[in-house]
């Protein structure tokens, strides 16, 4: 057996969280390679590493002294270095780092530092190799991974050792500078990690017991979800359920290898499985719900298009989709009816050009009209047992009637495990509560 565990910034936030991770490790001689995060929040108003050298970063590029912020950063990792009595010589990484600071000023490298120097901790604490994620996650220059030169190096050097930990979040361009995922990449890193080692199980090591079926600041006390198709996963994590970052799936997916999201903080419980998508491995689906999830994301924008007579038109829908791409504006949903069809998109890609879209459209659709809804949430219900079973819209939709929620929108997945709705974002938490409460309680 061979497993590869990701710890995240909640795992690795201080010496205490720090001595959770060495005996999970350590219990199972199975966990070989383990790939954590920056340190994250201790407490509520805690601040992230990784937020404080993005920060450290706009003081840099806005010829700020960063020094203060630095400053924070360096206590923290120091005061994980005092308590767990580490030898690693910190002083010496900070001045490196900051020599680097003084003479370029490059994002990538900066907000990677505290994958690194938290690896290069936890590596010292647990006296096992330390693999920079630099020399073994490629990337292309347009920002792709090179999956076949980092599968190629992973294998060497991976096969070299006995137990690694390896930095999160980052890797390296053909030139060798840094470049980083997006933020939550640490979850891909641990990914591409378990699939070229050929891991039997992806570990994902964070502050909850699991994926639950709902976010738990709406929904108190959601229950947790035992298995999930990878298939429903990505579906709830695009929609905000950001247990795991929506691109952590494909890696893990493609080797067939399953993925457990586990809880650092309690690490008895067997959390949740992340499956493949056929039926056969739902069908050990232990609990009877017929929805597996509910997730969602306010500050969508939509722009309502009407044409009499657009149904015999041909090209219309792409007309208004050149639009969008004109400008590199990518599109989420495109519900669409007779006389009418609506495009629906984060607000924030359209926030300070609604008006100059809206002339566009009118032009090029010949449109009777276009208005534009701002402040739109989206909330999808997702189940793979919903395809086979009718009568799921109808209680949705009267669940949310029950509570005075207005639908202004909805819309179908094409592959039927998901409905998603669209209300007002002062109905967001109240449409979740009121679904949860229709399908689970
Ligand atoms: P990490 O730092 O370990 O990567 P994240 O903060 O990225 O952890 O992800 C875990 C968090 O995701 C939880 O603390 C929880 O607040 C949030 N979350 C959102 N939706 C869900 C859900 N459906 N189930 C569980 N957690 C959720
Ligand atoms: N530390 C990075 C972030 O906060 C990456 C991660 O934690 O996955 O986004
Ligand atoms: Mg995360």
């Known amino acids: ?174 030139d060798g500078s840094i470049k980083t995922f997006s933020r939550g990449g640490s979850d891909i890193t641990g990914s591409i990690i378990a699939s070229a080692a050929g891991a039997d199980i992806y570990e994902n090591w964070t502050d909850v017991s699991g994926f639950l079926m709902a976010d738990p600041r709406i929904v108190k006390n959601p229950r947790q979800i035992k298995r999930i198709t990878y298939q429903e996963l990505r579906e709830l994590s695009y929609m905000g359920a950001s247990v795991l970052h929506d691109e952590a799936v494909f890696p893990a997916r493609q080797a067939g290898i399953p993925i457990n999201i586990r809880n650092t903080n309690e690490p008895d419980n067997p959390g949740t499985i992340i499956v493949g998508d056929d039926e056969k491995a739902y ?25 009499e007579h657009m149904a015999n038109e041909v090209g219309i829908i792409r007309s208004a989709l050149e639009v969008f791409d004109d400008r590199g504006i990518s599109i989420d949903h495109i519900p669409s009816g007779i006389d009418s069809f609506s495009i629906v998109l984060p607000s924030e890609s359209v926030e300070r050009i609604t008006h100059e879209i809206v002339e566009e459209l009118k032009a090029k659709c010949k449109a009777e009209s276009v208005h534009v809804h701002k402040n739109l949430s989206l909330i999808t219900t997702v189940g793979i047992k919903m395809a086979y079973k009718p009568g799921i819209s109808a209680k949705l939709f009267t669940a949310l009637g029950d509570n005075n929620i207005n639908i202004r929108m909805i819309d179908q997945g094409s592959s039927e495990i998901n409905i998603i709705v669209g209300v007002e974002d002062k109905d967001f938490e109240k449409a979740i509560k009121a679904i949860y409460d229709a399908f689970v309680r």
Not at 34 to 46: I, L, N, Q, T, Y
Not at 291 to 303: L, P
Request: charge should be neutral; include cysteine.
């Open 1 to 174: 057996m061979l497993k590869v565990a990701k710890f995240g910034g909640t795992s690795m936030a201080d010496a205490a969280q720090f001595r959770k991770v060495h005996k999970i490790v350590t219990n199972d001689d199975d966990r070989k390679f383990v790939v954590v995060s920056a340190p994250g929040k201790r407490f509520k108003e805690d601040n992230k590493i990784t937020d404080l050298l993005y920060l450290t970063h706009a003081h840099i590029k806005f010829s700020v002294p960063y020094a203060p912020v630095f400053k924070i950063i360096e206590e923290r990792f120091n005061s994980i270095k005092e308590e767990l009595n580490l030898n690693i010589n910190l002083e010496h990484e900070f001045k490196v780092i900051k020599e680097r600071l003084d003479n370029k000023c490059e994002e990538n490298y900066i907000v990677s530092r505290g994958e690194y120097l938290s690896a290069m901790l936890l590596a010292d604490y647990m006296e096992c190799d330390f693999i920079d994620a630099k020399d073994v996650i490629f990337f292309n220059y347009d920002g792709t991974v090179n999956r076949d030169k980092t599968h190629e190096k992973l294998t060497e050097v991976l096969n070299g050792s006995r137990r690694a930990i390896i930095p999160g979040f980052y890797g390296s361009y053909p």
């Open 283 to 307: 069908e050990s689906k232990d609990d009877d719900h017929i929805i597996t999830g509910i997730a969602g994301k306010k500050n969508f924008t939509v722009f309502y298009i009407h044409k």
